[in-house]
């Protein structure tokens, strides 16, 4: 039998790891082992407590830039929060104030998505604040300019109503003041031949107010009547028919009964009345016209501009901020293109007013016409008197010997016929009140000050509607004003005026080529009258007409008529060297809520590539 070797002694003691589930997952370290990596670090490298919770785990696998990322994110948040709860109280108050209902207007600022016109983000402005304010922006610039113009208006109204008056005055006291003296110098004799002077104050009359008299003819006609009453009276023992009246009538102008007076009289009667009613007439032209163009009708995309400049910057809740000045001045000069193209036969107008009444100062003063045409009418009727006898015999050898009255009637006819007295003028003292308690010169002086005043108005109109405190702030406040995107300087050069310079304006498009019809007619009426003026100033008669028709017309195309203006959503252009300064406001100011969204964005974005990048 093989004898068995005794067994190996035991191995010592040493720690066996387990078969236990800690054999087939290891403890659970601060950061699991990557493939063909290390062995993660010991348990004892983990923090106190055994394994890290969630978010622990997730700011320790971060680390610090993720935490702050995370911070900025929820102070982005709660500023949102905020400024999306801005009050639109004031704007609000003030929306109240013009009338409108209050439930349109919101409590808090909301998202501006619904705005058509003012600029998106968070608004105090709901959509029908925004419709509302567009009719309102509207009415706002019809009320300015209907102001700027009424003024003007009023002044050739009121100068026209003055001049009528004086005229009409004037030519009331010239006959009653010829009839008084007539019927104290001659009396019966006067009084049965009366209805020649009456007619030569109608027909004088009918002149000024309708214009469609023939002055020399009618005074003509006068003197060849009066020349027939006179040579029937001073030679009343002889009977005259129709027919060697009328002979003698052609002798009028070679045997000059009447003297040098009749030539001057006519001469000054006819131009001081052409002047006369040429400078009234001219006077309610300017009313009329001033009257006509007044009355805007802006169209959509001009409305579109005005609401954008007057109350978008409320949907800001810039209530206390006012357009820039020169942002409405091109706004204006848009909108009033057509009226900017009255300027030069305005100017013309004017120009032409003025000539004519430096005539009615001087040589042409009706007044100085008018007031002793009785004393002038006298002194001829008293020359053929004092040469009847010449006249007579000179008349019989062209016309032949008249045959002579009976022995009764001849009596009867010398002692009717009979001049009593010379004609005596009144005294000073005796002379009637001045017309219309005024005289020429003062009037003519006045209105020459505002017809200098009125010139150039067309061109400054657009300025001094932007000069008005409620449509823009003022010229020295450049900084801090609303340019149509936010609160800051405007930059754009201000456009000429008139239709052909709004091709740039960079706020209002305007179609160049479709003028107004209503301010072409106006024109028309203007280039007309400076006509007629220009005629007047020269001592020609002038053939008026009635200009309603040619300045008629349904109220007045504003600047931007037919025009398609531009959406308001476009930018300008600008340099390349930077932004304007509309969109550096609208970067600024524009969306206050987006800003800590986009914050809010970035960071998660972060987030995720720090993750992929671990």
């Known amino acids: 039998m093989r004898a068995t070797s005794p067994p190996p ?5 040493t720690p066996t790891p387990s078969l236990s589930r800690s054999t087939r997952e290891p403890p659970t370290p601060c950061r699991s082992a990557r493939p063909g990596s290390a062995a993660p670090r010991p348990v004892s490298s983990c923090p106190k407590g055994g394994n890290a919770s969630a978010p622990a785990r997730s700011m ?5 830039p993720a935490l702050l990322c995370l911070l900025a994110a929820l102070s982005a948040a709660l500023l949102a929060a905020e400024l999306k709860s801005k009050s639109c109280s004031e704007v609000r108050r003030l929306y109240v104030s013009k009338g409108f209902n209050k439930n349109d207007a ?10 058509k016109i003012c600029p998106q983000g968070y608004t105090c402005c709901s959509q029908e604040m925004e419709e509302k304010y567009s009719l309102q922006s509207k009415d706002d610039f019809k009320n300015v300019v209907n102001e700027q113009c009424n003024h003007l208006q009023a002044v050739f109204a009121s100068r026209y109503k003055k001049f009528d008056e004086f005229f009409k005055e004037l030519l009331e006291n010239a006959e009653k003041s010829l ?7 001659y009396g019966r004799l006067y009084m049965q031949n009366s209805e020649l002077f009456k007619d030569l104050f109608v027909e004088l009359k009918r002149y000024y107010v ?3 008299v023939n002055l020399e003819e009618m005074l003509n006609d006068f003197w060849v009547r009066l020349l027939e009453r006179m040579f029937r009276l ?4 002889y009977h005259f028919t129709d027919e060697y009246l009328e002979c003698v009538s052609k002798y009028t102008e070679q045997l000059k009964p009447f003297g040098d007076v009749p030539r001057k009289l006519k001469l000054q009667v006819t131009r001081a009345f052409v002047a006369a009613r040429t400078f009234a007439q001219g006077l309610a032209v300017a009313r009329d016209v001033v009257s006509k163009v007044s009355v805007v009708n802006p169209t959509a995309q001009c409305t579109q501009a005005l609401l954008k400049m007057s109350y978008c910057s409320h949907c800001r809740g810039l209530v206390t901020v006012k357009p820039c000045y020169n942002y ?15 300027e030069f036969e305005w100017n013309n107008f004017i120009d032409a007013m003025l000539m004519v009444a430096e005539r009615l100062e001087g040589p042409f003063n009706i007044e100085s016409v008018m007031d002793p045409i009785d004393v002038k009418i006298s002194d001829a009727i008293m020359n053929m008197q004092e040469n009847s006898v010449q006249v007579s015999q000179k008349v019989f050898q062209g016309c032949g010997q008249p045959k002579p009255l009976p022995a009764g009637r001849i009596s009867r006819s010398i002692s009717e016929s009979t001049f009593s007295a010379r004609f005596r003028p009144y005294h000073p003292e005796e002379r009637p009140t001045t017309a219309a308690g005024t005289s020429l010169d003062r009037l003519v002086t006045d209105v020459k000050e505002k017809l200098k005043q009125a010139k150039k108005f067309w061109s400054s109109l657009p300025s001094n509607v932007c000069n008005d405190e409620r449509m823009a702030a003022g010229n020295g406040n450049e900084e801090d004003c609303w340019n149509g995107k936010g609160r800051s300087r405007y930059l754009f050069a201000v456009t000429g005026n008139g239709l052909a310079n709004q091709g740039n304006n960079p706020e209002v498009q305007v179609d160049t080529s479709k003028p107004d019809i209503l301010i072409l007619r106006q024109i028309m009426a203007l280039r007309v009258m400076t006509s007629k003026m220009k005629n007047a100033y020269n001592g020609n008669d002038v053939d008026f007409f009635d200009i309603s028709d040619e300045s008629s017309g349904e109220g007045s195309g504003s600047g931007c008529e037919y025009q398609q203006c531009p959406s308001e959503f476009e930018y ?11 969109d550096k406001a609208d970067s600024a100011g524009a969306r206050p809520g987006v800003q800590p969204y986009l914050l809010a964005v970035f960071c998660i974005v972060f987030l995720v590539v720090q993750r992929e990048w671990r």
């Open 106 to 115: 919101p409590l808090h600022e909301i998202n501006g998505d619904h705005l």
């Open 234 to 237: 001073v030679n009343s023992q």
């Open 60 to 64: 320790a696998r971060f680390g610090l």
């Open 328 to 342: 409405c001045s091109n706004i204006m000069r848009g909108c009033l293109a057509n009226q900017g193209d009255l």
């Open 179 to 185: 009839n008084d003296m007539f019927v104290k110098t």
């Open 9 to 13: 002694p035991a191995p010592p003691l």
């Open 572 to 582: 300008n252009a600008t340099d390349h060297a930077g932004k304007s300064a509309h």
């Open 210 to 212: 309708v214009g469609n």
